[in-house]
């Protein structure tokens, strides 16, 4: 398995970057969670939550790459039921954004909480069938999808974040000013 052992640096980063956003998140949630705004729940299972699974994701294919396999077979297995559950778990995602009630996505909420995901999770999906004949252009595909989701997960949580503390506050703000 040397191709596989050139990629530890890479998950090593990676990895440590995966872990160390989910508990970011989680900080940032327990501060914002003091002024919830009407519709949080709905709107945190389409917004917030995937990017956890997303930050998850990219941590376990971290771990999963850094594990002795005596082949490539079990690990690519293992990517492509992640890749195919994440694929799934993305239309999920898609019908909560398009249901919840608490915001208006717009195009580039369609493009990083499900165009982009789903993107990753189908080449998770569809790298083991060139694993074993195109191991080196398979650990690529892995690597890029991985690093894809890492992002993604970025993009939305700085979005909610910035959405929360810009938008949702400051009307909370507003109305608390306002004189009666």
């Given at each position: 398995?040397s191709?596989?052992?050139?990629?530890?640096?890479?998950?090593?980063i990676?990895?440590?970057?995966?872990?160390?956003?989910?508990?970011?998140?989680?900080?940032?949630?327990?501060?914002?969670a003091?002024r919830?705004?009407?519709?949080?729940?709905?709107?945190?299972?389409a917004f917030?939550?995937?990017?956890?699974?997303?930050?998850?994701?990219?941590?376990?294919?971290?771990?999963?790459?850094?594990?002795p396999?005596?082949?490539?077979?079990?690990?690519?297995?293992?990517?492509?039921?992640?890749?195919?559950?994440?694929?799934?778990?993305?239309?999920?995602?898609?019908?909560?954004v398009?249901?919840?009630?608490?915001?208006?996505?717009?195009?580039?909420?369609?493009?990083?909480?499900?165009?982009?995901?789903?993107?990753?999770?189908?080449?998770?999906?569809?790298?083991?069938?060139?694993a074993?004949?195109?191991?080196?252009?398979?650990?690529?595909?892995?690597?890029g999808?991985?690093l894809?989701?890492?992002?993604?997960?970025?993009?939305?949580?700085?979005?909610?974040?910035?959405?929360?503390?810009?938008?949702?506050?400051?009307?909370?703000?507003?109305?608390?000013?306002?004189?009666?």
């Amino acid at each position: 398995m040397s191709e596989i052992a050139k990629w530890g640096s890479f998950y090593v980063i990676v990895g440590s970057a995966a872990g160390a956003l989910i508990g970011l998140q989680f900080v940032v949630q327990t501060l914002i969670a003091e002024r919830p705004p009407a519709g949080a729940v709905e709107a945190g299972a389409a917004f917030g939550t995937p990017t956890i699974v997303h930050f998850a994701s990219a941590l376990f294919l971290s771990a999963l790459v850094h594990v002795p396999w005596p082949t490539i077979t079990a690990a690519a297995v293992l990517w492509g039921l992640l890749g195919l559950v994440g694929t799934v778990y993305t239309i999920i995602v898609a019908r909560r954004v398009q249901k919840q009630p608490a915001y208006s996505p717009v195009f580039e909420d369609w493009l990083f909480h499900v165009a982009l995901p789903f993107a990753a999770y189908a080449i998770l999906a569809l790298t083991p069938f060139a694993a074993l004949s195109h191991t080196r252009q398979a650990l690529f595909g892995v690597g890029g999808a991985t690093l894809l989701l890492l992002f993604v997960g970025i993009h939305n949580a700085w979005d909610n974040v910035a959405y929360t503390v810009l938008v949702v506050n400051r009307k909370a703000d507003d109305e608390r000013q306002e004189p009666s």
